[in-house]
């Protein structure tokens, strides 16, 4: 009987589906899922969250496709080039304050803004809290992302795989990521799957919009030794 030896799924550089990277941002956006209702001024903290991955000079990003359909169930944004990120960030981080503090002035920010901005000001406070206190500033960093009906260990993998050659080709022995997760998850798992989580905080954006207790929990990924 003979057996399909064809890979279910195959990893392509993110410049070619950008479309495809903003669509799952914007569908996971909570624990998975999209956030409920419209939010002010998403198309700036869209770009705030994965405009600079996307920029053609910052290349080493990549999706995972589908091979059967051709469709991108999820993707891995990677910076290599840390300070540049850093620089980049503040500079658009100033204009979605401005913009908001504007919709908010002028009475035009719909509830379900001012729920969400609030909460994820003091989240942003918290990460950059966290990421000075690990040194996770400059280091290699991962933004990932899978479509929810594919979060496997396979397709996990493939990035895994991926994201451990692209970091280590710029020189860097490991790399951070962060994970959203209910509290209570098994965090041994994440550990064999992925790496060391070095640290967890509450996640005040996540928890309020999902009606559940969501950690940020940060993990370090050591690279494994070539073969």
């Given at each position: 009987?003979?057996?399909?030896?064809?890979?279910?799924?195959?990893?392509?550089?993110?410049?070619?589906?950008?479309?495809?990277?903003?669509?799952?941002?914007?569908?996971?956006?909570?624990?998975?899922?999209?956030?409920?209702?419209?939010?002010?001024?998403?198309?700036?903290?869209?770009?705030?969250s994965i405009g600079w991955?996307?920029?053609?000079?910052?290349s080493g990003s990549t999706?995972?496709?589908?091979?059967?359909?051709?469709?991108?169930?999820?993707?891995?944004?990677?910076?290599?080039?840390?300070?540049?990120?850093?620089?980049?960030?503040?500079?658009?981080?100033?204009?979605?304050?401005?913009?908001?503090?504007?919709?908010?002035?002028?009475?035009?920010?719909?509830?379900?803004?001012?729920?969400?901005?609030?909460?994820?000001?003091?989240?942003?406070?918290?990460?950059?809290?966290?990421?000075?206190?690990?040194?996770?500033?400059?280091?290699?960093?991962?933004?990932?992302?899978?479509?929810?009906?594919?979060?496997?260990?396979?397709?996990?993998?493939?990035?895994?795989?991926?994201?451990?050659?692209?970091?280590?080709?710029?020189?860097?022995?490991?790399?951070?990521?962060?994970?959203?997760?209910?509290?209570?998850?098994?965090?041994?798992?994440?550990?064999?799957?992925?790496?060391?989580?070095?640290?967890?905080?509450?996640?005040?954006?996540?928890?309020?919009?999902?009606?559940?207790?969501?950690?940020?929990?940060?993990?370090?990924?050591?690279?494994?030794?070539?073969?």
């Amino acid at each position: 009987m003979p057996v399909d030896t064809e890979p279910l799924y195959r990893t392509e550089p993110v410049a070619m589906h950008e479309p495809a990277v903003r669509e799952i941002f914007r569908n996971t956006l909570i624990l998975g899922k999209p956030l409920a209702g419209s939010l002010d001024n998403f198309h700036l903290y869209e770009e705030l969250s994965i405009g600079w991955y996307l920029l053609p000079e910052n290349s080493g990003s990549t999706v995972v496709v589908d091979a059967g359909t051709g469709t991108v169930v999820g993707y891995a944004l990677v910076c290599t080039k840390p300070e540049e990120y850093n620089t980049w960030l503040r500079a658009q981080a100033w204009k979605v304050l401005r913009r908001n503090l504007w919709t908010f002035c002028t009475g035009q920010m719909s509830k379900t803004g001012r729920q969400f901005y609030s909460r994820r000001f003091l989240d942003s406070l918290t990460v950059v809290r966290s990421r000075q206190h690990h040194d996770a500033s400059s280091v290699a960093h991962v933004h990932m992302n899978l479509r929810s009906e594919v979060r496997t260990g396979l397709v996990a993998f493939s990035l895994f795989l991926q994201v451990d050659t692209i970091c280590r080709q710029a020189g860097f022995q490991s790399w951070i990521g962060e994970v959203n997760a209910p509290e209570g998850a098994r965090i041994r798992a994440l550990e064999r799957l992925v790496g060391e989580v070095i640290d967890i905080r509450r996640n005040r954006t996540a928890s309020f919009f999902s009606g559940m207790k969501v950690n940020r929990l940060t993990v370090q990924r050591s690279l494994p030794c070539e073969m």
